[in-house]
Each structure stands twice: as structure tokens, then as C-alpha cells.
């Protein structure tokens, strides 16, 4: 497959745990984005990677929120002491540069 | 910094037109729209530059005013496959914001 992919599709996980999220962009696409989608919401911007520069950090909500991108293609987004409103879905889209993303079928996080 | 969409939903019987604008306080590179069907992720539309440019496929076309930080897609003799959530996503600097989206319910 050429879509982005995302794992897991769903993680179920108790308050105050930490979870891993991972996006596998599109072979190519220099640019890598996460979004968080809470129900019947809008796109929550998070982070943006593009290349080899600095990623734009601006979106996350809190310290809690990291994101890596590692040799420029696979990232992970790391939510560290989970709390119930971090529950969404939390959406990866890859694109070139200043061109349309494609977005991945996200991953449903559930904080219990 | 997040675009303002409006309206926030709107209802079509099948064969009607709509109009969806998104506007932002800061200047803007280009323009995104994508539609997002229940429980999918969303898929893009088209993407405008700025320079005032519209453009369309079908019966769906947009539009982007520079000067005005706005941009409005226009949906013609709408299908029922038209329904979703549409959101503009605009680009200022690196990084996109998207607008909160505009529930769009076709009906036959």
C-alpha cells in the first residue's frame, strides 16, 4: 500500500499511563503532520516535521506531548500520564512541500 | 490563528448549491479544502495559491482572495455523495490550522 498507515487503530489505556502512536508517511514526502480530532470537532493541529528542519512544536497542548521523526520518514507521538481528555483521534498526514496531505485512518485513543 | 468557516452546517435537497467560506486574520500562503465522511479521515479537495486564483473540478470549484485572507468553495447541483464535513486548512508559515469545519447534509 501507498497511503499513510497508523498503528495502532485503537488503544485503550488507563489514566496516567503512557502510550506510543506511530505514523508511516507516504515513501517521499518530506512534510509529516499530526493533527487530534475529538468527537464531531475540527482538525487540532499538534506538530509539524518538514525535512531536516526543527519541527513546529507550537500545536502541542501540553508537556506531556512529544513527537519524534526519525531519518525523515517514521514518526511517533508520545503522550506521557495520560488524562481522559486526551481521548480523540489523533490523525498523521504526510505531503511534499506546501502540497495537499494525505491523511492517514488515525488511531482512537481512549483514556479510561 | 485558526481559520473561521462558516456556516456550521447547512442542509441541501439534491440539485442545490452551497457556498462554504473561510477566512483568516493572518496572510496566507495558500488555501486547502478537504471533506471528511463519518468516520474517515479526510480527503483533499483542491489546494489554492495565492494569487487569486479559483479552481474547480466537476461541480466543485473554490476560490481564494489574497488580499482579503479569504477563500469560499462553491458546491453546484450538489450529490448526495457530497455530504460530509468540509474544512479549509490555511497555510501561513510552516504549519497548517484548519477551521472547524462545516457540516454539509445533501438530502435527496
Known amino acids: 500500500g501507498a497511503g499513510v498507515s497508523q498503528s495502532p487503530s485503537n488503544k485503550v489505556t488507563e489514566k496516567g499511563k503512557d502510550v506510543e502512536l506511530r505514523c508511516d508517511p507516504i515513501?517521499?514526502?518530506?512534510?509529516l503532520y499530526w493533527y487530534r480530532q475529538s468527537l464531531g470537532q475540527g482538525l487540532e493541529f499538534l506538530i509539524y516535521f518538514q525535512g531536516n528542519s526543527a519541527p513546529d512544536k507550537s500545536g502541542l497542548p501540553s508537556d506531556r506531548f512529544s513527537a519524534e521523526r526519525t531519518g525523515g520518514s517514521v514518526s511517533t507521538l508520545t503522550i506521557q500520564r495520560t488524562q481522559q481528555e486526551d481521548s480523540a483521534v489523533y490523525l498523521c498526514a504526510s505531503s511534499l512541500a506546501r502540497r495537499k496531505q494525505f491523511f492517514g485512518p488515525g488511531t482512537r485513543l481512549t483514556v479510561l | 490563528q485558526q481559520p473561521v468557516q462558516s456556516p456550521q452546517a447547512v442542509i441541501l435537497r439534491e440539485g442545490e448549491d452551497a457556498v462554504i467560506n473561510c477566512s483568516s486574520s493572518k496572510a496566507l500562503y495558500s488555501v486547502h479544502w478537504y471533506r471528511q465522511k463519518h468516520g474517515e479521515a479526510p480527503v483533499f479537495l483542491m489546494i489554492?495559491?495565492?494569487?487569486?486564483e479559483q479552481k474547480g473540478h466537476d461541480k466543485i470549484s473554490a476560490s481564494f482572495n489574497e488580499k482579503k485572507q479569504q477563500s469560499s468553495l462553491y458546491l453546484t447541483a450538489s450529490q448526495l455523495s457530497y455530504s460530509g464535513t468540509y474544512f479549509c486548512g490555511t497555510e501561513g508559515g510552516n504549519d497548517m490550522r484548519f477551521g472547524a469545519g462545516t457540516r454539509l447534509t445533501v438530502k435527496p
Open positions: 489554492l495559491l495565492k494569487g487569486g
Open positions: 515513501s517521499g514526502h518530506t512534510a
